[in-house]
């Protein structure tokens, strides 16, 4: 167990692991014999290892050390190894449904974990992303937006009585309304749920396919003519909507070309 200030991290072992250590093997930089080792042979002593947090604040805390080589991070369906020695440059994986990890990206948090909210928004839209997403780069909230959205994973059961993890994510909105994304037990895709300051809640079940971008529609307009949000005809709509919008999101890439002028 690694402690950092006030957050302890498991270590990751086993087969979860293992896969890692061999996922890491498509990575010049932290493969084995890689490009590193070819000046610094002794760098290959540098071990494989790896922590789980258990919230985004431990993993703001996390990014927030002197890291080497091939020691990463996992929250939740994502993974960050580090690829300089003592750096910032993390290779960024999201794990796929039948186990295998996908690498789509170079993240350095030294500037942006200075802002949580930041830090939150960069987070989550990579946990809500899907795989297509992530791997055409396309994984952002909307970058206007300025909501922190809060993230849960729980054991529910189903209505044939398996029990199964599912996840949410949920934000206030500025008039005080609460949104969430989320997974019903037996049902594919995303559901979404906004409840009124006098209590009223909208339900939708439509079975989206991307978390992402569900959310992202909820902070453009979904949310902002709640006395619209009744009519079956115009949810439909708005589902419709979210689900193109996982195809092309306008506002997205204006978050990752600031990150890359830093």
């Avoid at 760098?43 to 050390?65: H, K, N, Q, T, W």
């Avoid at 186990?99 to 949580?116: A, I, T």
């Avoid at 994304?181 to 009223?200: I, L, Q, S, Y």
Wanted: aromatic share 12%.
């Amino acid at each position: 167990m690694l402690r950092l200030g006030d957050s302890e991290y498991e270590e990751v072992t086993g087969a979860e692991s293992a896969a890692l250590v061999e996922k890491c093997q498509e990575n010049g930089w932290l493969m084995e014999g890689g490009y590193a080792w070819q000046d610094d042979p002794f760098l290959e002593e540098y071990p494989y290892s790896f922590v789980r947090a258990d919230s985004i604040e431990g993993l703001r805390e996390y990014f927030g050390g002197n890291w080497a080589l091939r020691q990463g991070i996992l929250y939740d369906d994502l993974a960050f190894i580090q690829q300089v020695d003592g750096g910032d440059e993390w290779w960024t994986l999201k794990k796929l449904p039948d186990g295998r990890w996908l690498d789509f990206e170079s993240w350095s948090f030294r500037n942006v974990r200075k802002d949580p909210v930041e830090f939150n928004r960069a987070i989550v839209s990579m946990q809500m992303a899907t795989a297509e997403e992530c791997s055409h780069l396309d994984y952002m909230l909307p970058d206007e937006g300025k909501n922190t959205w809060s993230f849960e994973k729980r054991i529910e059961t189903s209505s044939d009585g398996r029990e199964t993890y599912c996840r949410s994510f949920s934000t206030e909105t500025e008039d005080g309304r609460r949104v969430s994304v989320f997974e019903t037990p037996g049902e594919r895709g995303w559901n979404m749920k906004a409840e009124r300051r006098d209590g009223t809640v909208t339900e939708w079940r439509y079975g989206l396919r991307s978390a992402l971008a569900t959310a992202s529609q909820a902070e453009r307009n979904l949310h902002a003519q709640p006395d619209q949000a009744d009519g079956r005809g115009s949810l439909s709509e708005r589902a419709e909507t979210a689900a193109r919008a996982a195809e092309a999101s306008p506002g997205r890439d204006v978050f990752r070309l600031k990150r890359e002028a830093r």
